[in-house]
């Protein structure tokens, strides 16, 4: 059983009481104008939840045949809108076609520079091109064999066709699994087995850094990989479909192999939407863990839809003006949500950039915030405090004044990246959406709404409409205010999964037999008095050190909160004395160097803001930590390194193998 962890001191370091109220310009025009209308709507939402979602149903979503019953509940299966058909690409872009957004931009990409002196290549879509292009698309796949029910792999980069292929799937009514473009070869073949896909699409590679991701070779490998027993794990693959992207030579099969530009050259672009089930499977996303097979992430069509358009709306308070720009990769959860489902859906516009953050310069996003006039920036916590590291002097070289709300998303923020995101980048003007949520749950969870929640830094603030967060202990007993323990939700929700593909007894154990009657996150949390929910952490991340449970991010925001650090990981390995040790790896700002106090000043800085107790044990600076091209530091490298272990697990996804080596090797 996992263990709760402790009271969060994290009001140490964020001074829980400062509070940032919404702008009232801001509020005036906002979806939810007040903190009052905000509790009202909650309210509603959770006393009569099937009158809600199906008052929203009606409003937001377009039905080929209405539902007979709204929620089907018996733990752990949900069925939201029994009998209700609809389909995922029609409420996402022929719905948009009879209205004044036809000729309006739906997306806008950016692809990678290929140097500094060479702009990246840019194409926009109006909805009406872009339904033209799913179509056409949609009917390639028929062709290519795939029908209703068939599994369909997306392996692409950061390009609208990635887009373009999801919305194409779910208007044929084949249910895609994307694979984001940094996995492995064993990656691409474990997720075929699992999902046992018909097809594959990919491309014959991308950049990132100026160099080319081998896509097609990493699908060729996977194509040939076989299990213990000799058999191919990926003979359910009949066709393959290649995007010409990066113009390298690949290996091409006659007869298996498909060119997409030679297939949508011949294919029509009447392809009507197919009716589909409400309940009927729209993707598989698979996390993975450092052990284990990954979990196959089952998402329906008319629940996850709604919640993500509803969710994206109302979070990030989505004008007819907007320039929305969500930086995640759309083979996470968040590129699905609030990329493409969330953001189309709801008619916006959404940025697409395909490469990395400081390439060819550390100006990158911003010159594309200025470039595009950028409205809306929904980026990562390590992102973020990689902005804060390689110094104010970039963002500053540009004009941001277009952006008019931010937002957080993947970890717990610390207090002090939050501040210098507003004030660096948001010039105070702009209110912080700080998002938890998980694959799992669809779409955002707790969140401020802009105009009418005030925000604390660090803070994900209260749940969204229908959710029913609450802290409890081992017994799954709510615990008080103030006080550490396991973030659980206690009713369904229209977003949430429907299990995991293949597996229906994991999905019990993982997520509904550690509290009873409850969905169980594996995050750690507190509430403050006024409500407010902190999370603290993975509750594998809480570390019981001499007998008392330290959070790691708890310790990793109070390093942060140094002046001379620009970003921290802490993980913890075995210690014969106290059963566990902290081991801080220390990333400091531009210019800082390291003197022979440093050490010892950063642990009384923990010491200080925390307790004695959560002081680190080591500290080891770094030029830069292992993080994945997401944005995630990959802690559990951390761990091993800090243990002294071999490193073991899949390293593909790495940004940079080189951190890893020096961090493993730091005297050589």
């Not at 990333?587 to 107790?613: C, F, M, N, W, Y």
Request: proline share 6%; charged share 25%; aromatic share 10%.
């Amino acid at each position: 059983m996992a263990q709760i962890p402790a009271t969060s001191s994290i009001e140490s370091v964020s001074t829980e009481k400062r509070v940032f109220a919404p702008p009232k310009a801001f509020s005036k025009t906002a979806q939810v104008k007040s903190l009052a209308e905000y509790r009202k709507l909650y309210k509603e939402s959770i006393t009569a939840p099937e009158k809600f979602w199906a008052k929203q149903a009606k409003q937001e979503l377009v039905w080929s045949r209405p539902w007979k019953k709204v929620l089907e509940w018996k733990e752990p299966v949900a069925k939201w809108f029994v009998g209700g058909q609809l389909n995922v690409s029609e409420n996402c872009l022929d719905r948009h076609l009879g209205t004044a957004r036809a000729n309006k931009a739906a997306l806008i990409w950016e692809g990678e520079p290929a140097a500094e002196d060479r702009p990246g290549e840019r194409r926009v879509l109006t909805y009406k091109q872009l339904h033209h292009e799913v179509c056409r698309f949609g009917n390639v796949l028929k062709q290519a064999g795939a029908t209703k029910g068939d599994r369909v792999l997306i392996y692409l980069p950061m390009v609208p066709e990635a887009a373009i292929a999801m919305l194409a799937c779910a208007r044929i009514g084949a249910v895609h699994s994307v694979v984001f473009g940094g996995f492995s070869a064993q990656s691409v073949a474990d997720r075929i087995f699992d999902s046992q896909a018909k097809l594959v699409i990919t491309a014959d590679g991308g950049f990132r850094r100026g160099a080319v991701v081998p896509l097609k070779q990493n699908v060729d490998a996977a194509l040939e990989l076989k299990n213990a027993q000799g058999e191919l794990l990926t003979k359910s693959i009949e066709k393959v479909v290649v995007l010409r992207r990066a113009g390298n030579e690949i290996n091409f099969q006659a007869g298996r192999d498909l060119w997409w530009h030679e297939e949508i050259a011949k294919a029509s672009a009447n392809c009507p939407a197919v009716p589909m089930d409400s309940e009927a499977p729209l993707f598989i996303l698979y996390t993975s863990g450092s052990t284990g097979k990954p979990k196959g992430i089952l998402h329906t069509t008319g629940g996850y839809l709604l919640y993500a358009k509803l969710t994206a709306r109302y979070v990030f308070d989505l004008r007819e003006e907007d320039v929305y720009w969500c930086t995640a990769d759309i083979g996470w959860v968040t590129g699905h949500s609030y990329v493409v489902y969330g953001p189309l859906a709801n008619g916006a516009t959404s940025l697409m950039y395909e490469g990395a953050p400081n390439f060819p310069e550390a100006d990158r996003f911003w010159s594309i915030v200025e470039r595009y006039g950028v409205t809306t920036l929904y980026t990562a916590p390590t992102a973020i405090r990689a902005f804060m590291k390689w110094g104010v002097e970039w963002p500053k070289k540009h004009d941001l004044s277009s952006l008019r709300l931010l937002g957080s998303v993947g970890e717990p923020i610390n207090p002090e990246a939050w501040i210098w995101y507003y004030e660096t980048i948001g010039g105070k003007r702009c209110p912080i959406v700080d998002t938890w949520w998980q694959t799992e749950t669809g779409g955002i969870m707790i969140s401020p709404l802009p105009g009418a929640i005030p925000t604390k830094p660090g803070s994900a603030s209260l749940p969204f409409f229908g959710i029913v967060p609450e802290v409890v202990d081992d017994a799954g007993r709510p615990v008080p205010r103030n006080s550490g323990g396991k973030l659980v939700v206690r009713k369904p929700w229209p977003g949430m999964l429907r299990g995991l593909w293949g597996d229906p007894k994991r999905y019990q154990q993982v997520y509904w037999t550690e509290v009873a009657g409850s969905y169980f996150t594996g995050d750690g949390c507190r509430q403050d008095k006024d409500g407010y929910f902190w999370i603290v952490g993975r509750i594998d991340d809480v570390l019981n050190v001499a007998g008392h449970r330290i959070g790691t991010a708890e310790v990793e925001s109070a390093l942060v909160s140094h002046q001379k650090v620009a970003e921290a990981a802490v993980v913890g390995r075995p210690d014969d004395l106290k059963g566990q040790a902290l081991v801080a790896f220390v990333t400091l700002k531009s210019g800082v160097k390291v003197d022979p106090g440093l050490q010892d000043e950063l642990r009384q800085h923990v010491a200080k803001e925390i307790g004695p107790v959560a002081k680190p044990d080591d500290i080891r600076f770094a030029e830069a930590l292992p993080k994945t091209r997401s944005g995630k530091i990959m802690r559990r490298l951390l761990k091993q390194i800090a243990s002294g272990a071999e490193i073991k697990g899949d390293t593909t996804t790495l940004e940079d193998l080189n951190v890893l080596a020096k961090l493993a090797a730091p005297d050589e």
